[in-house]
Nanobody, 118 residues
Framework: QVQLEESGGGLVQAGGSLRLSCAAS????????MGWFRQAPGEEREFVAR????????VYADSVKGRFTISRDSAKESIFLQMNSVKPEDTAVYYC???????????WGQGTQVTVSS
């Protein structure tokens, strides 16, 4: 079983920065992808960014490209989301996600609230 714990959410003014963290524990497997999704009130959960663990290759949603950066710390089994130039439309609960190709399962964290004030 895999556990994901997010931290770093909070209130930030538009144009500011915030850094989210997600620590994975349990059996994370050697072949997996980790990433961030977000869900605003009344909206569906949407993809934000992901990183392929083995290669470090990253993918971003168009809405955050150039503003957000996903990174990893392999030794700590953690990923981070550096959020710069945030906008009110970035307000959402941000969820950490791990997908294991080895077992065909995905796991979610409990979410962390990010609120951007205008």
């Amino acid at each position: 079983q895999v556990q994901l714990e997010e931290s770093g959410g909070g209130l930030v003014q538009a144009g500011g920065s915030l850094r989210l963290s997600c620590a994975a524990s349990g059996r994370t497997f050697s072949t997996h992808t980790m990433g961030w999704f977000r869900q605003a009130p009344g909206e569906e959960r949407e993809f934000v960014a992901r990183i392929i663990w083995s290669s470090g290759y990253t993918v971003y949603a168009d809405s955050v490209k150039g503003r957000f950066t996903i990174s990893r710390d392999s030794a700590k089994e953690s990923i981070f989301l550096q959020m710069n130039s945030v906008k009110p439309e970035d307000t959402a609960v941000y969820y950490c996600n791990l997908f294991s190709a080895a077992v065909g399962k995905e796991y979610w964290g409990q979410g962390t609230q990010v609120t951007v004030s205008s």
